[in-house]
């Protein structure tokens, strides 16, 4: 066999490893990149339906997301692929993207890209701490009982409030609350959200009940 067939079979193999689940997660990962390329284009455009359409993908995730999780538990078809699948495309979606449209709305000053970057951050280490301990948490149930802080999909709030506020026209040197400067750089109130949000995230002894 030579390399070409050697490479086509493990590619193969890797995709009859995938459950129906997982292709449903890799729809959320796709939400995501989607956010990202319409931020992208409004940026370029100054078109507001890219704009709208940027905001929309993080909520389209978000039933991605619900959905993956609740085709895993009928067809019972729970895995470690699966969870690290399920992880990966949440960063994307749920941290990458809404961070993405932060930036695009005009939170451009050197604070809130500090801020922005908090904000991903944190959904990163929410997650791995939630990969880590999700053994330990479910205490042998089929799910996790419980989340130590807030599920990174709850960022679903903030896209809301930027389509809202774009909506508005309230984007740009519009945004609300205006802008302040504070030593060499400019920050933006509204890019305290993406604090906000960050911090409850990692928060330890915030604990949220997984319905």
């Known amino acids: 066999m030579n390399k070409p067939q050697a ?4 590619h193969f193999s ?4 995938f459950h129906l689940a997982d292709f449903i997660t890799l729809g959320n990962a796709a939400c995501g990149a989607l956010s990202v390329f319409l931020a992208m284009l409004f940026m370029a455009s ?3 339906a890219h704009f709208l359409l940027s905001a929309a ?3 389209l995730a978000f039933l991605f997301d ?6 895993a538990r009928w067809r019972h078809q729970h895995s470690p692929l699966g969870r690290e699948l399920d992880s990966l495309a949440d960063v994307i979606s749920f941290g990458v993207g809404p961070a993405a449209l932060g930036f695009a709305a005009g939170l451009q000053g050197g604070w809130d890209m500090v801020i922005l970057c908090y904000f991903v951050c944190c959904g990163v280490s929410r997650l791995a ?9 479910s205490a042998g149930a089929d799910k996790v009982a419980y989340f130590e802080g807030t599920p990174i999909p709850t960022s679903v709030v903030i896209t809301a409030v930027l389509a809202w506020a774009a909506w508005q026209g309230a984007l740009g040197a519009q945004l609300w609350g205006g802008a302040w400067q504070i030593g060499p750089w ?9 604090a906000l949000s960050g911090t409850l995230m990692i928060s330890k002894t915030l604990r949220i ?3």
């Open 129 to 137: 701490r939630y990969n880590v301990t999700a053994e330990d948490l």
């Open 186 to 194: 400019l920050l933006h109130p509204m890019s305290l959200l993406f």
């Open 209 to 211: 009940p997984k319905l």
């Open 66 to 71: 619900v959905f993956d999780g609740k085709v």
């Open 7 to 10: 490479a086509a079979r493990r």
């Open 57 to 59: 993908m993080t909520p």
């Open 46 to 48: 100054g078109s507001l």
């Open 14 to 17: 890797m995709i009859r490893g």
